[in-house]
Nanobody, 131 residues
């Protein structure tokens, strides 16, 4: 069974940058669609950015232009780079993996952004932004 472990995150001032990484073990990371979700206190979990099996990336509109997602190496195959951080970015950031997914359908139908589409989740890493 695949296991996801997030790292990075921490505290930052508004306007600064942070990176978070997701380590995948137990299976080949390219067999999964990998997505970063976040959940702020009292709010629903929301998808920020993801990588499909073919390496294509997708970023939610609310972080487009500030966040980028990329496929790293086998150690850390999913990297989220967060620039121009805002206090509203304060949240727990989760890595999620889905085995059965397709770039075309998932992006067209927004399946990539639905938490219930994913089979595996990490424990999360906290990001706190001070204004």
């Amino acid at each position: 069974q695949v296991r996801l472990v997030e790292s990075g995150g921490g505290s930052a001032q508004a306007g600064e940058s942070l990176n978070v990484s997701c380590r995948v073990s137990g299976d080949t990371y390219t067999a999964y669609c990998l997505t970063w979700f976040r959940q702020a206190a009292g709010k629903e979990r929301e998808a920020g950015a993801g990588i499909f099996k073919d390496g294509g990336a997708i970023v939610a509109d609310f972080v487009k232009g500030r966040f980028t997602v990329s496929r790293g190496d086998a150690e850390n195959p999913l990297i989220l780079r967060m620039n121009s951080l805002q206090a509203e970015d304060t949240a727990m950031y989760y890595c999620a993996a889905a085995l059965y997914c397709s770039h075309d359908r998932w992006s067209a139908d927004s399946l990539w952004s639905r938490a219930q589409s994913y089979d595996f989740w990490g424990q999360g890493t906290q990001v706190t932004v001070s204004s």
